[in-house]
C-alpha cells in the first residue's frame, strides 16, 4: 500500500513538474520572435533582454516579498545562491550567448549552447556521483540528433575559436540555470530566487553595456511581424511578463519538481516553441526535416522521463528525496544523498 501511494505522489510530481516545465520552455521559446522584431526595429539585443529581466523583476517582486514574509535572514543565508543565479543562469548566459553569435551562425550558437542537459548529467556523475541510466543516455541522443535537425546547421556553419569558446560558456550557463534553479535549503520561495535573480541579472547587464562590453540602444519605431505592426511597447511588455516572469518562476518550480536533469531535457521544448512562433509571428515556416527533428525531441524527453521514473521507483529514498510532498517525516533528515535531495526540496 505504501509502495502504491508513493508511486502516486510520484505521478503526481511528475504531471505537475512538467506541465509547469512545458508552460516555462513555451513562453522562454516566444521571446526569440519578440526580440528579433524588437532588434529589426533598431534595439541591441543587450538592451532587449536587459529591459525584459529587469521589468520581470519589477513584475516579480511583489510576489517574492510577500512569500519573504520580512524575513531578511532568510535573504542574506541565500544571498549567494542568488546573486550566482543573476549572474550565472540570467546575465551571463546571455552575454555569452550574444558574443557567440557576434562570431558565428545563430544555428551553430544555438545547438552548441542547447547541449546543456549533457553538461547538467556530466555534472551530476562528477560532483555527486550519480551515474546516468541506460534511458537518460538513449534519450540524450535522440534529443541532441533532433536538435541538429531542428536548426538544420545546412544553411551555413560560420564559426571560428572565439565564437566556440562563447558558445560553451553560454552552454555552461545554461547549465548552471538548471543546478542552480534546483538548489537550496528548502527554505527559499522560488519567486524570491526568480526575482533577486533578475534583478541582480539585469544590472549586470547594464552595467556590461556601460563599460562597452555588449552595446545598448533602443528606439521606439513600431515593431513589423509577419501579418500586423505593433508599436514597440507591446512587444517588451510581453516579454517582460510572459517571457521573462512567467518562464523564470515556473522553470524554477519545475526543475523543484523535476530535479535539473530531467527538466533540463524537457526544456529542449523551447526549440520546437522557437520553431513555431517564429513561424506564426515572422513567416518562418518549419522544413519536414525540422519536424522530424522536433519528433525526436519529443521522443528524447519521454525516454529520459519514463528512465527518470523507473530510476527512482525501486528505493523509497530516493523517491522520498526527489519528490520532498512524499517525504517521510522521520527520513527526511537523513536521506540526503548528493543532489536529489538539494535540488528538489
Not at 49 to 77: E, F, K, S, T
Not at 170 to 188: E, N, P, Q, R
Not at 202 to 210: C, I, R, Y
Amino acid at each position: 500500500m505504501a509502495t502504491m501511494t508513493h508511486d502516486s505522489a510520484v505521478r503526481r510530481q511528475l504531471r505537475s513538474g512538467l506541465t509547469l516545465a512545458i508552460l516555462s520552455a513555451s513562453s522562454f521559446g516566444l521571446s526569440g520572435s519578440l526580440a528579433r522584431g524588437l532588434m529589426n526595429a533598431g534595439w541591441s539585443a543587450a538592451s532587449v533582454v536587459a529591459v525584459r529581466v529587469l521589468l520581470a523583476a519589477v513584475v516579480v517582486m511583489p510576489i517574492a516579498l510577500r512569500q519573504l514574509h520580512g524575513d531578511w535572514q532568510l535573504l542574506r543565508r541565500n544571498a549567494s545562491l542568488i546573486t550566482a543565479y543573476g549572474l550565472v543562469a540570467v546575465a551571463g548566459t546571455q552575454l555569452a550567448y550574444f558574443n557567440a553569435v557576434a562570431h558565428m551562425t545563430v544555428g551553430v550558437a544555438l545547438l552548441i549552447e542547447y547541449t546543456a542537459p549533457i553538461a547538467v548529467v556530466g555534472w551530476l556523475w562528477v560532483r555527486y556521483r550519480e551515474r546516468p541510466g541506460a534511458a537518460t543516455v538513449a534519450g540524450a541522443a535522440l534529443g541532441i540528433t533532433g536538435l541538429f535537425l531542428v536548426i538544420d546547421l545546412r544553411s551555413g556553419m560560420t564559426t571560428s575559436w572565439v565564437g566556440i569558446a562563447w558558445a560553451l560558456a553560454a552552454m555552461v550557463g545554461a547549465a548552471g540555470y538548471f543546478v542552480l534553479s534546483a538548489h537550496g535549503d528548502g527554505t527559499l520561495p522560488g519567486s524570491v530566487l526568480a526575482a533577486g535573480g533578475l534583478l541582480i541579472g539585469g544590472l549586470a547587464l547594464v552595467v556590461a553595456g556601460a563599460v562597452g562590453i555588449v552595446p545598448l540602444h533602443a528606439t521606439t519605431n513600431p515593431v513589423v511581424l509577419q501579418h500586423f505592426t505593433v508599436p514597440w511597447w507591446p512587444p517588451v511588455l510581453v516579454l517582460g511578463i510572459v517571457t521573462a516572469a512567467l518562464s523564470y518562476v515556473t522553470g524554477i518550480a519545475a526543475t523543484r519538481l523535476l530535479g535539473s536533469r530531467l527538466a533540463s531535457f524537457v526544456a529542449l521544448f523551447e526549440v520546437l516553441a522557437a520553431l513555431v512562433f517564429a513561424w506564426a509571428l515572422l513567416g518562418e515556416a518549419p522544413r519536414a526535416l525540422q519536424l522530424l527533428g522536433g519528433a525526436l525531441i519529443l521522443g528524447g524527453v519521454i525516454v529520459v522521463r519514463r528512465g527518470e521514473t523507473d530510476r527512482r521507483r525501486p528505493s523509497a529514498a530516493d523517491t522520498d528525496s526527489m519528490f520532498p510532498s512524499v517525504q517521510r517525516p522521520a527520513r527526511a533528515s537523513t536521506d540526503r544523498r548528493g543532489p536529489s535531495s538539494a535540488e528538489t526540496k
